[in-house]
Structures are given as C-alpha cells and as structure tokens.
C-alpha cells in the first residue's frame, strides 16, 4: 500500500480581495452547481452564500494549495442550540475537478475534524448532501458520515439527505 500523499493545504477565512478567486472556484464547479436550480455561477451568487454564512456567524474560507492557488471553498456554520454551539454543519464544500480524487478533501475534512473538536469541544459534524449527487454522497460515507435524516425537499427544490459524524470525547 502506498503511503497517503500530504498537501500543503490553507484555509483562509474571506476577504474582499479573494471575492474574483472565489468565482473562479464556482465557474470551475459548474458540475455540481448544475444539480442545484442555479447551474451556472455568477459574482451575485458568490456575494449571496458569503453573506448568508456571515448572517448565521458562520466562517467562509478559501482552500489554498500551496498558499497560492485557490482550489476549492469551505463553509462551516455553528449549529447553536441556547447559544451553546452542539455541532459544526458544513454549508458548503467544493473542491474544482482538478483537484478531486486525490485525497485533498479527505485531508481537509481531517484537519477540519480535529480542529473543531480540539478547539471547541464541539464533538459533531453535521453535512448534507444532494441525493442526486452520488459521488459526494460516497465521499461523506467514506469518511465516515452516515445518513441520519431524508430524503428531505429543501427551500431552493434540491433533495438532500443529512449526514453526521461524531468525532467522540476529547481526549485528555
């Protein structure tokens, strides 16, 4: 067996100056953003999923190789119940073609994982995935998440099924 190949990978919460980067990464994701009601990017939609993750205190990143090329975006948002944040749900995560099937995402979500877990205490991880959307179904159960909830018709008409993964107690 082959050892795992690292990548130098950043996360960097957005700025203005990443906005025209951002798009780039959507233009490049059309494949997925077509399985959704709007199939082709646009700056207006950029501005939309920054600002809405901004109004639910989520973070917004850019996933950066080697600290220069922008390859993908991450949102995570807290899932807040009496202002105590009980899970992580990751609103959005795109990776352009390129960078698919090597191994980044895993990293990412990896990194993401242990961060949230170290840093907040928080031991759950919620995602969603399209059902008309194999692949990334199969990349979530991959990495251990499992389906706890749908089919479930969503507010802009894609059907989804929730995922979880629960990263257990922090370790003393």
């Keep these: 067996m082959e050892p795992e190949q690292v990548f130098n990978i950043k996360l960097i919460p957005m ?5 025209s980067g951002v798009f780039e990464v959507y233009r490049q994701c059309e494949d997925f953003l077509s399985l959704g ?7 207006e939609m950029v501005l939309k999923d920054i600002q809405a993750s901004l109004t639910k205190n989520g973070v917004y ?16 948002i807290p899932r807040e119940v009496e202002n105590i944040v009980e899970a992580v749900y990751i609103e959005l995560f795109m990776i ?3 960078h698919r099937q090597r191994g980044i995402g895993t990293q990412i979500l990896r990194v993401i994982e242990a961060n949230i877990k170290n840093k907040t205490g928080v031991n759950q991880i919620l995602a969603s995935a399209q059902i008309n959307n194999p692949r990334a179904l199969s990349f979530w159960q991959r990495n251990g998440y499992v389906i706890f909830g749908g089919p479930e018709l969503q507010p802009d008409l894609t059907t989804v099924y929730h995922m979880k993964k629960d990263l257990g107690p922090l370790q003393e």
């Design 96 to 98: 352009t073609p390129q």
């Design 37 to 43: 009601p709007q199939p082709v990017a646009s700056m």
């Design 61 to 76: 990143y850019g996933i950066f190789l080697d600290e220069s090329e922008m390859i993908g975006i991450l949102d995570l």
């Design 15 to 19: 700025e203005e100056r990443y906005f």
